[in-house]
């Protein structure tokens, strides 16, 4: 079972700031991972797939990027609906693990 | 719109069965493979299990965590997806998610989700 790893389990942001999340796999997933966005109380909502393409809906700020093992998200300017947890799941093959998330909070 | 309602949920005993439902709309179910995700309690995002459309078999695939004691099946002619949970234990608790994928080449994404429906298993 691949293994993905999430860093940082937290991270500050004052609201306009850029910020960079970052995602690792224990074995190549090529281009097959995915970002979500989950606030509370609510499901997890697709923002990037194939490592880089943007779900339908989703603004520009956001962006991915990586293949193989690392990757990132990047959020170009934080507004204050961003501020969430953010998962990395890779689909290349089952199960497609989840990372232990990174919580995007107010600073 | 895509929507997708889970039922089924609430308290049940270690040892007992559960079984949630997926009702969908807007979108051709029938085309589209199903999935189920949970979330314990303050944890993160755990992938269940799927089931394939008709059109590649139909076929299912299930985290080791719960296999051989859950089972995800399908009533294309009712749009709805289901979620049998035998032997449960303790450790199956969670909010549980219903899902659609991006594609079938990318089946273990989550494009529309369901609200969730919650599972508390417990003496």
């Known amino acids: 079972e691949i293994v993905m790893t999430q860093s940082p389990a937290t991270l500050s942001v004052s609201p306009g700031e850029r910020a960079t999340l970052s995602c690792r796999a224990s074995?190549?997933?090529?281009?097959?991972l995915a970002w979500y966005q989950q606030k509370p109380g609510q499901a997890p909502r697709l923002l990037i797939y194939g490592a880089s393409t943007r779900a339908t809906g989703i603004p520009a700020r956001f962006s991915g990027s990586g293949s193989g093992t690392e990757f990132t998200l990047t959020i170009s300017s934080l507004q204050s609906e961003d501020f969430a947890v953010y998962y990395c799941q890779h689909y290349n093959n089952w199960p497609g693990t989840f990372g232990q998330g990174t919580k995007v909070e107010i600073k | 719109e895509v929507q997708l309602v889970e039922s089924g949920g609430g308290l049940v005993q270690p040892g007992r069965s559960l079984r949630l439902s997926c009702t969908a709309s807007?979108?051709?179910?029938?085309?589209?493979?199903m999935s189920w995700f949970r979330q314990a309690p303050g944890k993160g995002l755990e992938w269940v299990g799927f089931?394939?459309?008709?059109?590649?078999?139909?076929?299912?695939e299930y985290a080791a965590s719960v296999k051989g004691r859950f089972t995800v099946s399908r009533d294309d002619s009712r749009s709805i997806a289901y979620l049998q949970m035998n032997s449960l234990k303790i450790e199956d608790t969670a909010v549980y998610y219903c899902?659609?994928?991006?594609?079938?080449?990318?089946?273990?994404?989550?494009?529309?989700w369901g609200q969730g429906t919650l599972v508390t298993v417990s003496s």
């Open positions: 807007g979108f051709t179910f029938g085309d589209y493979a």
């Open positions: 074995q190549s997933v090529n281009s097959n």
């Open positions: 899902s659609s994928p991006l594609s079938h080449n990318a089946i273990l994404t989550g494009l529309h």
């Open positions: 089931i394939r459309s008709k059109a590649y078999g139909g076929t299912t």
